[in-house]
């Protein structure tokens, strides 16, 4: 008996390799490499824009080296007053965010869920958000002030529209069907909102929230360059001003990095909390 259990041990084994070998390791590489290729691309990029630099087919007084931008910025990197420049832009970003999401996520929810409420706002709403939020900067100076609080409520402007449209398209889009089958198993508003709205409408939530935090991001950079609030915007003002171009790139290579680990955190959050809808699976190929 020992010797047969043994043995069915060590084909089943055998056949787990297999499967493995078959399925499992040319996923495993699939991913491996989708994950290398924008690596590859952007170390690609880099050696072909230093070419170009060095053999003058770009001026250098024009775009640095990349070589120097990468220097400079490990040099900023070292210093005290850059994470103190990364830290007032990133509190710019998150309250201006915060703001947005407190004000359009729970408006839109309420607007999205009556038909009537949609087509009253629809017009207004279309005519007022293709305005870009920094035009209104001269109000809002007169209004708050130069500081933070200027910065904060540009975000917050810039991000509420795609947060708003977001939730409540996510909401006047739940599939009339299952909103039906609710009824007829007589769930009240509140459980039907529960269980049904707020679920479908959760994914293009997080897609505009997504969307949010690199207008976010834009904003802020972008109002410290213009107002001259503290921060890498103001920074990359300072350092253009003075003629010194390689820290220029730098810091603006700097507010990139930031985007990216952005996108790549609220990507993953998003796989997290939504692993339970179809589109995430489909994704992760499950």
């Not at 931008?69 to 509190?91: N, Y």
């Not at 007589?186 to 459980?191: A, F, K, S, T």
């Not at 997290?272 to 179809?278: F, G, N, S």
Request: glycine share 10%; aromatic share 10%; charged share 15%.
């Amino acid at each position: 008996m020992t010797d047969l259990s043994t043995q069915a041990t060590t084909v089943e084994s055998h056949s787990r390799t297999i499967r493995w070998l078959r399925h499992g390791a040319p996923a495993a590489a699939g991913r491996g490499l989708s994950a290398l290729t924008p690596v590859l691309a952007t170390v690609a990029i880099v050696a072909g824009l230093q070419l170009l630099v060095a053999t003058g087919a770009i001026d250098e007084r024009v775009f640095p080296r990349p070589t120097s931008i990468g220097s400079e910025l490990w040099d900023h990197v070292q210093q005290g007053s850059f994470w103190e420049s990364v830290l007032r832009t990133l509190e710019g970003w998150a309250l201006g965010l915060g703001l947005a999401i407190v004000v359009a996520v729970p408006l839109g929810i309420a607007i999205g869920s009556s038909s009537s409420a949609y087509r009253s706002v629809r017009f207004v709403v279309d005519f007022v958000r293709p305005i870009p939020s920094i035009a209104l900067l001269p109000l809002f100076i007169l209004l708050f002030g130069i500081g933070m609080s200027l910065k904060t409520y540009i975000v917050a402007l810039g991000c509420f529209f795609p947060l708003f449209f977001q939730t409540m398209y996510g909401v006047q889009s739940v599939d009339p069907i299952t909103l039906e089958t609710a009824r007829a198993y007589r769930l009240g508003p509140v459980m039907r909102f529960v269980f049904v709205s707020l679920p479908g409408a959760t994914p293009m939530i997080a897609t505009g929230l997504r969307i949010s935090a690199s207008i976010a991001l834009l904003l802020a950079v972008g109002t410290e360059m213009v107002v001259g609030v503290p921060g890498i915007g103001y920074d990359i003002y300072r350092a253009q001003y003075a003629g010194e171009r390689p820290a220029a790139f730098a810091l603006i290579a700097a507010s990139g990095v930031l985007g990216i680990l952005m996108a790549i955190g609220f990507n993953r959050l998003e796989r997290v909390t939504l692993r339970w809808h179809p589109s995430q699976r489909r994704e992760s190929g499950e």
